[in-house]
């Protein structure tokens, strides 16, 4: 099988808003929001049935909501990747992050960490920089993956956050780029079709360097964002066997460990 290279729970937490227009007026505590709250707040839960899992490796991704997370049962149970919340906009970090996030690598999980993106309260290099500063860095280590940026509907109003398409793709691009100036990697983007082809479209094609987690909790995968043809990762449903949501990564163990060197 060839590799495929391109490819979330509430608390109460402090977050420091930025002078954006849309972010002002909001209180200063909000929720901690994690991959895929909006997503299934908006199109719902979905599936009834496990997806099919030959050839592929199963995973999780998991925030603050999770706690400290028994990890050596994660892996007995065959998890074997995981996705940790690491930071929001430019003022929340998870603090559960380190045991999170050194407790799976511990137990022999790959693991990254990700971003969840407010890109109506600074710009996407800040938020990029945020983000690799408390957690979203990259090592050629084999154990890492790629940092992953969370874009999905707007926990606090529009659900563009108030962004035409132009400036909702600039702002995904000056993040990622940032992210790979920084890292070396391109972030991983995780997002659903309907969201992403809604506020990004056709405006910037991600496709080519940015590895597709993609939400989508119906019995098969469906269609996916503009600009990829097939997904790195799917999130197919948002709780079950693992702590927090429930991933399979598009292949098998080797590949997924080339996919965190490369």
């Not at 500063?133 to 993956?145: A, E, F």
């Not at 992953?148 to 035409?164: F, I, Q, R, V």
């Not at 449903?237 to 991933?247: H, V």
Request: hydrophobic share 35%; net charge negative; charged share 20%.
């Amino acid at each position: 099988m060839r590799f495929r290279t391109c490819l979330a729970h509430l608390g109460a937490v402090a977050i420091t808003l930025a002078a954006a227009p849309a972010a002002q007026g909001l209180p200063e505590g909000s929720a901690d929001h994690f991959a895929g709250s909006q997503i299934a707040k908006h199109e719902g839960w979905g599936r009834t049935a496990d997806p099919p899992t030959d050839g592929k490796v199963p995973g999780m991704d998991v925030s603050s909501h999770q706690g400290d997370v028994d990890w050596p049962k994660a892996w007995a149970d065959g998890a074997r990747f995981a996705y940790v919340k690491a930071t929001e906009g430019t003022g929340y970090r998870n603090p559960k992050f380190a045991q999170q996030y050194d407790g799976s690598y511990a137990v022999g999980m790959i693991r990254g960490a990700y971003h969840f993106a407010l890109p109506d309260r600074s710009s996407g290099r800040e938020q990029a920089d945020f983000f690799v500063g408390n957690g979203g860095g990259w090592s050629p280590d084999g154990r890492t993956l790629p940092g992953a940026l969370d874009m999905e509907y707007n926990p606090y109003g529009d659900t563009c956050y108030g962004l035409d398409q132009a400036a909702m793709g600039a702002w995904v691009k000056d993040f990622s780029e940032r992210v790979r100036e920084r890292t070396g990697r391109h972030p991983t983007i995780y997002t659903s079709t309907s969201w992403w082809n809604k506020c990004v479209g056709a405006t910037e094609s991600f496709g080519h360097t940015n590895p597709l987690w993609v939400a989508q909790y119906d019995d098969t995968l469906g269609p996916l964002p503009h600009g990829w043809s097939y997904e790195t990762i799917w999130q197919w449903r948002a709780a079950g066997l693992f702590p927090g949501d429930q991933n399979l990564f598009n292949g098998g163990e080797d590949q997924l460990r080339r996919f965190a060197l490369v």
